[in-house]
């Protein structure tokens, strides 16, 4: 070996590409440590509406570990993303010391099953809210499902003007409704939208015109609706001769 040119060159060149990484390395460790790139500021994109600001605060202190480049962006988006009312967080490096956090808050829609909230997009979450919300009860899974009904069905009702304050899909994926007037509408399991329609065209000219607010309207009948009134009376709209589907 020691009477080879060749391959005590290659050593030699070999030697020193390894001794610059170690250099370059420490090198580099050193810079990146410089009070210089030590992170000074955390700065919200937006002020929060929903969370509590103490409590990004303690997200801070507690959780955002390092330098400008050495902090781990992952580690503190997962942080701030356990806090309540926070649905979506990205964070970003702001030159030379700064962290710039962008948070997207639920807006909820509706109350879940009594334990926990639905927000706009149809997705659970677990929050405390003291708004008058409409209520969404169903399996785990069906939130989206109910959230997208809630509003097709939503668009029905302002000649009525009444709003939902109950929406549920039962597990044989029957719809039922409850109007903020606290009547009661079965829908079914088809043609859900089509019989709300019908049903808003012809209660000016039918339930309306009865002497007690119907408390229980059954619209799945083919051609028609059964409407059943406080005294236990059973009123028919109109056609509503045929079977229920």
């Known amino acids: 070996m020691w009477d080879n040119a060749q391959q005590l060159?290659?050593?030699a060149n070999l030697l020193f590409g390894i001794s610059l990484v170690l250099v370059l390395y420490g090198t580099a460790r050193y810079v990146l440590r410089?009070?210089?790139?030590?992170?000074?500021?955390?700065?919200?994109?937006?002020?929060?509406?929903?969370?509590?600001?103490?409590?990004?605060?303690?997200?801070?202190?507690?959780?955002?570990?390092?330098?400008?480049?050495?902090?781990?962006?992952?580690?503190?988006?997962l942080a701030?993303?356990?806090?309540?009312?926070?649905?979506?967080?990205?964070v970003r490096r702001k030159f030379p010391w700064m962290l710039e956090v962008e948070v997207e808050e639920h807006v909820a829609l509706a109350r879940w099953n009594g334990t926990a909230l639905v927000n706009t997009h149809g997705e659970v979450f677990a929050a405390i809210t003291e708004r008058?919300?409409?209520?969404?009860?169903?399996?785990?899974?069906?939130?989206?499902?109910?959230?997208?009904?809630?509003?097709e069905l939503g668009k029905t009702l302002p000649p009525l003007r009444q709003q939902i304050a109950q929406i549920s899909l039962s597990p044989r994926f029957a719809w039922q409704v409850r109007l903020s007037n606290g009547m009661v509408l079965e829908l079914g399991r088809e043609q859900m939208q089509q019989r709300m329609a019908r049903f808003v065209d012809v209660y000016p000219y039918s339930l309306a015109t009865l002497p007690g607010a119907a408390m229980h309207v059954d619209l799945r009948y083919r051609n028609g609706f059964a409407a059943y009134l406080p005294n236990g009376a059973?009123?028919?709209g109109k056609q509503a001769s045929g079977n229920k589907v």
């Open 234 to 236: 059973r009123a028919q």
């Open 80 to 90: 701030f993303e356990q806090l309540p009312w926070v649905r979506k967080v990205s």
């Open 9 to 11: 060159r290659t050593t």
């Open 132 to 151: 008058e919300l409409p209520v969404f009860i169903g399996r785990a899974n069906t939130a989206a499902q109910i959230t997208e009904m809630y509003g």
């Open 34 to 77: 410089l009070p210089a790139f030590q992170l000074n500021a955390v700065q919200l994109s937006a002020a929060p509406q929903q969370v509590p600001v103490e409590l990004i605060g303690r997200v801070v202190r507690e959780q955002v570990r390092g330098n400008f480049f050495t902090v781990d962006l992952n580690r503190t988006r």
